[in-house]
């Protein structure tokens, strides 16, 4: 008798999907994962030409100064305050002057980003706040549903006016590097 010797084969699998399927996965994880977003302050700087820089003249009283100290102090006009009192401070000097308004900072370098960030967040919804309770008044909406003529109209009325001065050293010679913003 003869015996017929068969190889002893290993099936193979099928693997066309294999690509389909993990391609499909990932497609999925990187839809449904968050990815991390940068935020910062929206914020329009000057023009680097010194030309187009226009000096002018300030009133005083329109001048609300805003201090950042190297150990994060916040000082509103030489006073010492918190941050709701900042909030306070620029709400009530902005109500009082509207488009005439400065806010200047003064910054120093060795301040902590997270002070600083608490700072601008506080005149910001200082902002906000003015804004929303113009556009309450007037559309009977807030601001943030008002079409984008009406959210002009009410920026027009509170314009952010901030001029910034970063001290560039704590000692010595007193450089100093100013920015102005107006959004």
Not at 20 to 32: G, R
Not at 40 to 61: A, F, I, K, T, Y
Request: aromatic fraction near 8%; proline fraction near 3%.
């Amino acid at each position: 008798m003869f015996r017929r010797h068969h190889r002893n084969e290993i099936p193979s699998l099928n693997t066309t999907s294999t690509a389909d399927i993990s391609f499909m996965l990932l497609i999925f994880f990187l839809v449904t994962s968050s990815m991390d977003t940068d935020k910062g302050l929206r914020r329009q700087l000057p023009p680097l030409s010194e030309e187009s820089q226009q000096m002018m003249d300030v009133n005083r009283e329109h001048l609300l100064t805003i201090g950042l100290d190297a150990d994060d102090q916040l000082t509103v006009d030489s006073q010492t305050v918190t941050l709701p009192q900042l909030q306070q401070h620029v709400e009530q000097h902005i109500r009082r002057i509207h488009e005439e308004h400065i806010l200047s900072l003064n910054v120093s370098r060795t301040a902590s980003y997270d002070a600083y960030f608490q700072m601008q967040n506080t005149i910001v919804a200082a902002y906000n706040q003015l804004r929303n309770e113009y556009a309450m008044k007037k559309y009977g909406k807030p601001f943030r549903q008002c079409s984008y003529l009406e959210r002009e109209e009410v920026a027009k009325y509170y314009p952010q006016r901030i001029s910034e001065l970063v001290e560039e050293k704590e000692q010595g010679t007193g450089n100093k590097e100013q920015e102005t913003e107006k959004l």
